[in-house]
């Protein structure tokens, strides 16, 4: 499905749980393959239940009953930042979803 959908370079890609169905190791590199195609200039849509798969994002939508009730904006993500740094983001990002009742 990836390959398929990146195969004519689209200006936007939407991927539905692109990472639910893999390993730790195999959804980093998803998202790793993901983060590259958007550096590249391609807008890249997820969704995704997955705390982590959603730090990764610059953008977090939150979505109830069919519409954006919040948004939150992280930053890029740096692959070259430290394991403490990762874990922060995604520990802000997750209080920021419970205060929203996720």
């Given at each position: 499905?990836?390959?398929?959908?990146?195969?004519?370079?689209?200006?936007?890609?939407?991927?539905?749980?692109?990472?639910?169905?893999?390993n730790?190791?195999?959804?980093?590199e998803?998202?790793?393959?993901?983060?590259?195609?958007?550096?590249?200039?391609?807008?890249?849509?997820?969704?995704?239940?997955?705390?982590?798969?959603?730090?990764?994002?610059?953008?977090?939508?939150?979505?109830?009953?069919?519409?954006?009730?919040?948004e939150?904006?992280?930053?890029?993500?740096?692959?070259?930042?430290?394991?403490?740094?990762?874990?922060?983001?995604?520990a802000?990002?997750?209080?920021?979803?419970?205060?929203?009742?996720?």
């Amino acid at each position: 499905g990836i390959c398929r959908a990146l195969i004519n370079t689209p200006d936007i890609i939407f991927g539905d749980e692109p990472t639910g169905a893999l390993n730790s190791r195999a959804s980093g590199e998803i998202m790793d393959l993901l983060g590259g195609v958007h550096r590249e200039g391609t807008t890249v849509m997820l969704v995704t239940h997955d705390v982590k798969v959603a730090s990764r994002t610059e953008r977090v939508l939150f979505m109830m009953d069919g519409r954006i009730v919040a948004e939150k904006r992280l930053g890029a993500w740096s692959a070259d930042g430290n394991g403490d740094a990762h874990k922060a983001r995604e520990a802000e990002l997750a209080q920021w979803l419970i205060e929203l009742g996720f």
